[in-house]
């Protein structure tokens, strides 16, 4: 199941990720699941947020991630 989350839900997850200290590109690509236990009070939106974040980054596609733009021919 896809959602498309608003760029304020987004923001706000993000807040709390740079918050727990993964402020960076190389700490949000090497955090795992179990890095996810230091964020307090994390919803499971707020989960699937976080790894759509980390595979955009990893992807190099941060604003259509924060748009929700996806462009034909993906499967993403």
């Known amino acids: 199941m896809e959602t498309k989350n ?3 839900s987004i923001a706000k997850t993000l807040d709390k990720l740079f918050n727990a200290g993964f402020n960076t ?3 949000i690509i090497a955090m795992k699941m179990e890095d996810l ?12 947020i976080i790894i759509g974040f980390k595979q955009a980054i990893k992807d ?12 034909k021919g993906t499967d993403k």
């Open 6 to 8: 608003n760029v304020l």
């Open 37 to 48: 236990e230091k964020l307090s009070n994390l919803t499971s939106s707020e989960i699937f």
């Open 60 to 71: 190099r596609k941060i604003i259509e991630y924060l748009s929700g733009y996806q462009e």
């Open 25 to 27: 590109d190389k700490k």
